[in-house]
């Protein structure tokens, strides 16, 4: 089990950056896979960037490819994710979340443990 806190969200024009930091308290850290999910006001949520145990494999949403860049630090127990050309688009909450799968799993339901999320508001 792991406890994870988002923080860097906030409003942004479109074309601008955020980098989004999710910290996660437990000692296994390590040995969990890492998810970045968004939901949008009356949306499902949606799977963004998933990123492996080791950092050596990620994946991502076709609509963030290019765009966003998930990485994370083990050492710190925090992984990140690196918005860049936002649109509007990318409005939403995201989500920091874990699982006890070995790879960047992409199906909300390998994921067992959830931050409270951060607002993302971009502008157009």
């Known amino acids: 089990q792991v406890h994870l806190v988002e923080s860097g969200g906030g409003l942004v024009q479109a074309g601008g950056s955020l980098r989004l930091s999710c910290a996660a308290s437990?000692?296994?850290?390590?040995?969990?896979?890492m998810g970045w999910f968004r939901q949008a006001p009356g949306k499902e949520r949606e799977f963004v960037a998933a990123?492996?145990?080791?950092?050596?494999?990620?994946n991502y949403a076709d609509s963030v490819r290019g765009r966003f860049t998930i990485s994370r630090d083990n050492a710190k127990n925090a992984v990140f994710l690196q918005m860049n050309s936002l649109k509007p688009e990318d409005t939403a909450v995201y989500y920091c979340?874990?699982?006890?799968?070995?790879?960047?799993?992409?199906?909300?339901?390998?994921?067992?443990?959830w931050g409270q999320g951060t607002q993302v508001t971009v502008s157009s």
């Open positions: 437990g000692r296994t850290f390590w040995s969990y896979s």
């Open positions: 990123i492996m145990w080791s950092g050596g494999t990620a």
């Open positions: 979340a874990a699982s006890g799968r070995m790879y960047a799993t992409t199906d909300p339901e390998h994921y067992i443990n």
